[in-house]
């Protein structure tokens, strides 16, 4: 491996050091044929677990019968038939999709449409969020400056308020609350005027930042500052969507209805496809021409998102997610509580993170380091995230059993042994 990544650029940065032969349900095998216990799931892409046969069928299916249908010069069923499907599970009356690939082209595609249909130019975002790499998504990003970091000038027009990060702010959920509002009337009032605030952009769950859940009542204050000013709310759920967090989607947790939704990741186990989807008023009001790209709504990332669907339906992940996940904190909390430096354990269904502090309250990046490091020598793959890689995070494919998630708990109580030792 290390020969032939001798011409690899050496700007990527890769989280463990397993070169993947093959996956199979909630596992990854090397090329040795040791298995790992895939607790990143792609970076939470691959929520039926790899290669799910349905899946797999699918997408061989579709291969063989048309690849490429290109959207914008002839249109093809697969992405017909997924563009009803999501209606169904999408919010009543966000009804109209279109396709892009990825995450940040989704969070663009939002940005431009939220643009038009309000002829206002500012977003708001939360500090820590994570919406993507390309320029436009990067300005909307704040999970740490290495995605900003030497790229500038960024976009303007972007205002940064604080999200009611509780455990940080050495704050209740509600005072946390209760301070971002408040703080953001402040922006409103200081520094961008609802006139010219075309979107405010929310993670249901701060995912890059640090995995840390947007309490209920903040999304419902969201809501409401978007309603008395005409500003859209969108949802960027691309890493909190599709069963992720418990329920369908992340704001479900709220009871709260965007006005745009944008998904990614989920929602097709792994192939490329995001899609952005908003009531008929807004896509109306924006620009036909404007939206698009040569490979949006691939035929064959449509079949497998179709298949996607029908497997979380089937075989209940969302359900299993919420108990799963439930299962999965009660197992972390229990270690945390032999391991003081690990200081807070939250998230929401399969998305959970685990906060390394040092006794002085600084982030340890360190002992966060060495733990995520010692899983994956004893066969469990983790991530880290926050901007000071201090939380170690637990995104396992949907399909994760109760044995899976003991095996995983049994392995990082031994990873924080040594991390520790
Ligand atoms: N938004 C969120 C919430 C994300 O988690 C990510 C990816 N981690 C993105 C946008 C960007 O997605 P992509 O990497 O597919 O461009």
Known sequence: ?????????????????????????????????????????????????????????AAQRQVATLVHGQYTTVMHRPLLRLTERLGSVLPEGIDRLFYVNSGSEAVEAALRLARQATGRQNAIVFQGGFHGRTMAAASLTTSGTKIRAGIGPLMPGVVVSPFPYAYRLGMSEEEATEHALRELDYQLATVSSPKDT???????????????????????????????????????????????????????????????????????????????????????KAWPGSQGGTYGGNAVSCAAALATLDVIEDEGLVANAARMGERLREGLA????????????????????????????????????????????????????????????????????????????????????????
Not at 10 to 36: C, F, H, M, S
């Open 334 to 421: 229990g270690v945390a509580a032999d391991h003081p430096v690990i200081g807070d354990v939250r998230g929401l269904g399969l998305m959970i993170g685990n906060e390394f502090t040092a006794p002085d309250g600084s982030p340890d990046t360190a002992t966060a380091t060495r733990a995520h490091k010692a899983a994956a020598d004893k066969g469990l793959l983790l991530l880290t995230c926050g901007p000071h890689g201090n939380v170690v995070r637990m995104i396992p494919p949907l399909i994760v059993t109760a044995d899976q998630v003991d095996e995983a708990v049994t392995l990082w109580s031994a990873a924080m042994k040594e991390a520790t030792a």
């Open 1 to 57: 491996m290390a020969e032939q990544s001798a011409a690899l650029s050496p700007l990527l940065k890769q989280a463990t050091p397993v070169l993947a032969a093959r996956g199979e349900g909630v596992y990854i095998y090397d090329e040795d044929d040791r298995r790992y216990l895939d607790f990143t799931a792609g970076i939470g892409v691959t929520s039926t677990g790899h290669c799910h046969p349905r899946v797999v069928e």
């Open 198 to 284: 075309a979107a405010i952009f929310i993670e249901p769950v701060l995912g890059e930042g640090g995995y840390i859940p947007a309490p209920p009542a903040f999304l419902r204050g969201l809501r409401e500052r978007a309603d008395e000013h005409g500003i859209l709310l969108v949802a960027d759920e691309v890493q909190t969507g599709f069963g992720r967090t418990g329920e369908f989607w992340g704001h479900d947790h709220a009871g709260v209805r965007p006005d745009i939704v944008i998904t990614a990741k989920g929602l097709a186990s792994g192939f490329p496809l995001s899609a952005i989807a908003a009531p008929d008023s807004l896509m109306e």
